[in-house]
């Protein structure tokens, strides 16, 4: 008859517990986005503003922000939704709301052509307020497709650092994610 030598239980149970979570961990790490609540400061990033203002991911920095992500063309639907919903529910004078239309220029379009077409969309007030990064370092940093067909809303702290992210349609459920972010912040 063979033995097996005795390991005690809370020993192998702490090390196997240990091993399946540094694993998971290192799965995560390499396999999910590579920005997530409270992870530092936003990715550093140049745009231009339907204004024709240089803007850059500094002015991010000193309020509480809620960044409203157009991922594509496709997704200009989705973003419509979220900006009434948002500008209607959200207080102003305590967060900042920018949107951003990420692009991926085809070569024979300059950035100039994008402008004037998202000029033609955007009500003048907010063309200050509205973004064109010819970049795809959002969607890389949040995880999302570039092809996306769904706004995404991600909530900042004053520090730029990223607290929430909510990806699809406006919902009830999603409002309320983007409210209790908020709130958080406010308790801070």
Not at 146 to 157: P, R, T
């Amino acid at each position: 008859m063979l033995t097996r030598p005795m390991i005690p239980t809370t020993l192998w149970g702490s090390t196997s517990r240990r091993v399946t979570e540094l694993t998971l961990l290192a799965i995560l790490t390499l396999c999910g986005p590579s920005a997530t609540a409270g992870d530092g400061p936003w990715p550093s990033f140049t745009a231009t503003a339907l204004s024709g203002e240089k803007v850059d991911s500094n002015k991010l920095i000193g309020q509480p922000t809620l960044l409203i992500l157009t991922p594509s063309r496709n997704a200009a639907i989705s973003t419509r939704e979220w900006v009434n919903t948002l500008r209607s529910e959200i207080d102003h004078s305590k967060y900042r709301v920018r949107d951003v239309l990420a692009v991926n220029l085809p070569f024979f379009m300059s950035e100039e052509d994008v402008i004037g077409r998202a000029k033609e969309q955007v009500p003048q007030r907010y063309h200050d307020q509205t973004w064109i990064l010819n970049s795809q370092i959002m969607e890389s940093a949040l995880g999302v497709p570039s092809d996306s067909e769904e706004a995404v809303i991600v909530v900042l702290d004053k520090n730029g650092n990223l607290i929430s992210q909510v990806h699809g349609k406006v919902t009830a459920a999603r409002m309320s994610e983007i409210t209790n972010a908020l709130q958080s912040l406010t308790s801070d």
